[in-house]
């Protein structure tokens, strides 16, 4: 079955066209890209025509070059051409629909039709020789295999069935299939005559794409990376080695070449359109221009009041949990344990100490409550006594620990124990209260929900990822019924092919007289019934708004569960829902001293040379006044006058836990950064986190934040939100106003429609918006990007090559569009790279006083395996560092994040910093970035990023000389933020 669209139509979806009523203006600016990152191209029959798919429009181009004419929009994420055997049609796979499929349409860019439809990814088509068929690659068996579709009739066939992945098919001129294969037996290219039967012609454990037959059908051309170096490579089909047709110096793109002649051929590489010729080392460039639209919104960013004392209703309400009587709800707030009684609406606060409680498990018979804490320096199970009011160690784990839940009969507690070496990974262990000890269960989980047992104990019950190949890391949350005993696990579904909620504390959670499983799904809470492991009827929604965090009451007639902002709980008898009054605020803590700082140098955001022997006049949580020193002032002075003052660093790209504990706010300070920006987190968690920080009940940073990350069908995160178009994302984007985001992160899987719908309604709310794509994202506003790679649902970068090099379009569709990135430059080895570089790295205070002695060699062993994995991953780091002095040069706006904590906080800033100035960008440039132009990337320039008169007081004294020696930012003396002192040495101090 296929569809077809009017190009008219899509074309009036495309960027820059604003829904009339907005209240923002879209600016377009035309660009003309000479260069492209990652893109592939397709030679017609008569040999004078090639189409590209250059940031996902496709173009033709006459085989001279020129200038090229898009045939497409820019929704739809074109790939990978291919033309028809007589020359009139071209197939792609495009993700305009939230999937990839197969896409044809006429060389004139008329009659759109889409081929492959469903839940499954098809890509890399290739029209067989007879043009009757389009072979392709395909998820639809579990794993990549190679399938067909029949033009006349849609009829699907699928042509390899090994458990490894097969894909990029390629069809010789007399109808034999080459293809790569992951075969455990022998992985490289493989071919498959007309009767199906296989053979391997290229062996190889390195990485292979795209093979291409040569006319005659003796040869294949093909790509491959080896060492970290991508080439083009060609072979006969009769056996023997291959040989390299490509430069050393020059960076193959993983696509399919195209020949012009028995001896001629095109191919992408290092920018530019190639030709070469057999026998030859050098190759022509094929010059192309094509013109794109880059536009920004123009629109009232969201108002911030700082200076406000006014108390307000908490927010940050976590993990919500109903006592077996029905009487009572304990949740954590402000990092503490409450208990609310019902009928009233002032709860009860249990602890009340600068550390961090959370995840409250009340016990089956209602006296006590598990709960995790890091109170004992790490995260660790602890039980309250509810008579007596007395906490016990329970288990004092190694590592962290999250989510108790007790077992029907009471005796045991079910938990995860994180991972350190890898990042939200984590074993399923069971405590036995009687023996104190602990038994692993199932591993390794990633990211997976809160187990929930069965009334008989013999089963737990999560939700947890899986994926639809392992060529690719996304998929769908399913339900993971777990044997206890037999430590075994079966997936099972209550919608196939459909993500419930956020995983979390979203469920599925079972009933206490075990007849159903309690989930979200959609954003909604619902139900289902089960009985023997098995899902036994239909679904049944209970409610219309935002719910999670759920929780059953003994009787299993009630659910208790968040709605954004409000706490109630749903009769599953009649389905009537009752909302509970909820008496507990906060307030943001404001100083009231006045004082001043003498200071000997003043970096102030703006200026490349410090001001010298000045006074910081600060009331109140503001700077007053800077003047000339007086050394006559009356009053409080810190003296800093053998020190230099600059403003507080921000961490422009985090994902914080509470699992971290109390001591990563001190931490985050210590390195002298006094805001951070959370680009994706679990909602209540960063809220709780924000309001503990601002009321001063734990030290820490600002935090400017984003909620879950808005993706598409499918997702990888646990925090990751499966949208789609409709009432869902609509309720998704109201609760980011009524939590107060500072951002919206839309993820790699969310289709440009739908993140040009989440752009409009976040700009019409003064949100930012960033994302990992660049392009159509700089065409229809989007704020801000985040990494120079990263993931992509392509499997590839277009922002980065394999050898680490983004080209022309990369640099101008950034600089010129306004979008601003933070590259993460130190994920993508500059923290290694300089952790090889510099013996004395870790020699810093804070380290010291955060880290282990093992950090230093995990750290090390981590950088060692991405090594092996890609020995280039050090040795080009060098064009990362000249990718964002380009950018820079271009009149981009660059700002650095780290995407910690994958790796280590705090300390990767100034690694990110570092790696920026050894790459050639200037010192004040790096602390520009990481004051000034941050600040005014999340908005809030007119407040925070430099020291001026009426601006924050977000203050660092250091010693030494940070705009010669960007080192120097280490060595923090004196941290203030929101005019509130701290000193270095009670930074480093664990909390009592």
């Known amino acids: 079955m296929t569809k077809s669209i009017g190009l008219l139509a899509l074309l009036f979806l495309s960027f820059g066209m604003g829904v009339s009523g907005q209240d923002f203006k879209s600016d377009l600016t035309k660009i003309t890209l000479t260069e492209g990152t990652n893109f592939a191209l397709a030679l017609s029959p008569d040999k004078q025509t090639i189409a590209f798919d250059l940031q996902g429009t496709l173009w033709i181009l006459p085989i001279g070059g020129g200038k090229a004419v898009p045939i497409s929009d820019a929704l739809g994420d074109i790939r990978q051409p291919a033309w028809s055997p007589d020359g009139q049609k071209l197939a792609f796979q495009s993700y305009r629909d939230g999937t990839y499929h197969i896409w044809t349409v006429n060389k004139n860019g008329t009659g759109l039709n889409q081929v492959t439809t469903g839940v499954y990814d098809d890509r890399e088509p290739y029209w067989s020789p007879d043009g009757n068929h389009i072979a392709f690659s395909s998820d639809r068996s579990g794993n990549y295999d190679i399938w067909h579709v029949e033009l006349a009739s849609g009829k699907l066939k699928q042509l390899t069935t090994d458990p490894a992945n097969d894909y990029f098919p390629a069809y010789s001129p007399d109808g034999r299939l080459a293809y790569v294969s ?20 290229v062996s190889s454990k390195e990485k292979l794409a795209s093979p291409s037959w040569h006319p005659s059908g003796k040869w294949i051309i093909f790509n491959s990376v080896t060492q970290g170096e991508s080439t083009l490579d060609f072979v006969q089909t009769g056996g023997g080695e291959w040989q390299t047709l490509s430069r050393p110096e020059e ?82 707030a402000l990092g503490d344990l409450y208990l609310l009684t019902k009928g009233t609406a002032k709860p009860l606060q249990l602890t009340d100490d600068k550390f961090i409680e959370i995840d409250p498990a009340w016990s089956p018979d209602g006296k006590q409550l598990a709960y995790a804490s890091d109170r004992n320096g790490n995260s660790d199970l602890w039980v309250r006594d509810l008579a007596t009011g007395q906490d016990k160690l329970l288990l004092d784990a190694k590592h962290a620990i999250k989510y108790p839940s007790w077992s029907a009969d009471g005796s045991q507690i079910a938990y995860y124990e994180s991972d350190p070496k890898g990042w939200l990974r984590t074993s399923l262990k069971i405590l036995d209260l009687k023996t104190t000890k602990s038994e692993l269960v199932y591993a390794p989980l990633f990211d997976a929900s809160q187990p929930s047992w069965s009334p008989d104990g013999k089963s737990i019950i999560l939700s947890a990822l899986q994926p639809y190949s392992t060529r690719y890391r996304e998929g769908v949350s399913e339900f993971l019924l777990i044997n206890v005993k037999e430590k075994t696990g079966d997936f099972i579904a209550p919608v196939a092919e459909r993500t419930p909620a956020a995983r979390g504390k979203n469920g599925p959670y079972w009933s206490p007289d075990g007849k159903s499983l309690a989930y979200g799904l959609d954003g909604y809470l619902w139900t289902v019934p089960i009985e023997a492991g098995k899902l036994t009827g239909t679904p049944k929604q209970w409610t219309r708004e935002l719910s999670e965090g759920f929780s059953w009451t003994a009787d299993s007639e009630h659910i208790v569960f968040i709605a954004t902002d409000a706490l109630k709980q749903v009769n599953l008898r009649d389905g009537k829902q009752e909302t509970f009054s909820l008496d507990l605020t906060w307030k943001t803590q404001q100083p009231k001293e006045h004082y001043a700082i003498h200071a000997g140098k003043v970096f102030d955001g703006k200026s490349e040379k410090y001001q010298e022997n000045v006074d ?5 949580n503001r700077i ?25 660093l921000f961490e422009m790209h985090t994902h914080q836990s509470a699992l971290a504990g109390e001591q990563l706010g001190r931490l985050w ?22 309001e503990s920080w601002e009321s001063g009940r734990r030290k820490g940073p600002r935090t400017f934040y984003a ?53 409009e309604f976040a700009h019409r709310n003064g949100i930012p918006v960033s994302s990992h794509e660049i392009f159509p994202a700089a065409g229809y506003g989007v704020d801000a990007v985040e990494h120079i790679g990263a993931t992509s649902r392509r499997g590839y970068s277009t922002k980065l090559s394999a050898e680490n090099n983004s080209y022309q379009d990369v640099v101008q569709i950034i600089a010129k569009s306004g979008l601003n990135i933070t590259p993460t430059a130190s994920l993508h080895g500059g923290l290694h790279y300089l952790i090889n570089k510099d ?34 991953f050090l040795t080009s780091f060098g064009n990362i560092q000249k990718t964002l002095k380009a950018i820079l040069a271009a009149g981009g706006r660059v700002t650095p994040g780290t995407d910690s904590p994958i790796i280590a906080p705090g300390v990767s800033l100034h690694a990110e910093l570092q790696s920026w100035v050894d790459g050639g960008i200037t010192p004040f440039q790096a602390l520009r970035s990481a004051t000034l132009w941050s600040a005014e990337a999340v908005g809030v320039g007119d407040d925070l990023g430099s020291i001026e008169a009426g601006k924050l007081a977000d203050l660092i004294i250091l010693d030494g000389d940070p705009l010669t020696n960007i080192k120097d930012l280490l060595n923090v003396k004196t941290v203030i933020k929101n005019g509130i002192v701290s000193d270095i040495n009670a930074l480093l101090n664990r909390a009592k």
Do not use: C
């Open 616 to 620: 910081i006049l600060i009331e109140g």
């Open 669 to 690: 300070l210590s390195y002298g950064i006094t805001s951070t920006r959370e680009p994706g987190t679990e909602p209540f968690d960063v809220v709780e986190r924000k």
């Open 251 to 332: 960076d193959v793109f993983p696509f399919r070449a195209a020949w012009i002649s028995e001896n001629e051929y095109l191919y992408t590489s290092s920018g530019q359109i190639k030709k070469g010729k057999l026998g030859e080392k050098t190759s022509t460039d094929i010059s192309f221009e094509a013109q794109v639209n880059v536009g920004r919104h123009t629109y009232a960013r969201k108002k911030r009041d700082f200076d406000s004392e006014k108390v307000k209703p908490m927010l940050g309400i976590r993990n919500p949990v109903v006592s077996p009587d029905r009487k009572q709800i304990a949740f954590t």
């Open 707 to 759: 909620g879950a990350l808005m993706d598409g069908n499918r997702i990888y995160y646990g925090l990751a939100v499966s949208n789609r178009a409709g009432a869902q994302l609509d309720q998704e984007l109201k609760r980011s106003v009524r939590l107060g985001y500072d951002m919206i992160k839309t993820y790699v899987r969310m289709p440009d429609s739908l993140q040009k719908q989440v752009t």
């Open 839 to 872: 013996t004395a790295f870790f020699d810093n205070r804070q380290f010291q006083s955060f880290y282990s002695k093992e950090s230093i060699q995990e750290l090390r062993e981590s950088g060692e395996l991405r090594l092996k994995t890609n020995p280039a």
């Open 182 to 201: 992951e075969r455990k037996a022998g992985g490289g290219i493989y071919v498959q005559n007309a009767n199906g039967a296989e053979k391997l012609l």
């Open 624 to 648: 007053r006044k800077i003047e000339p020193h007086n050394a006559l002032r009356k009053g409080k002075v810190i003296d800093a006058s053998k020190s230099v003052v600059i403003p507080g």
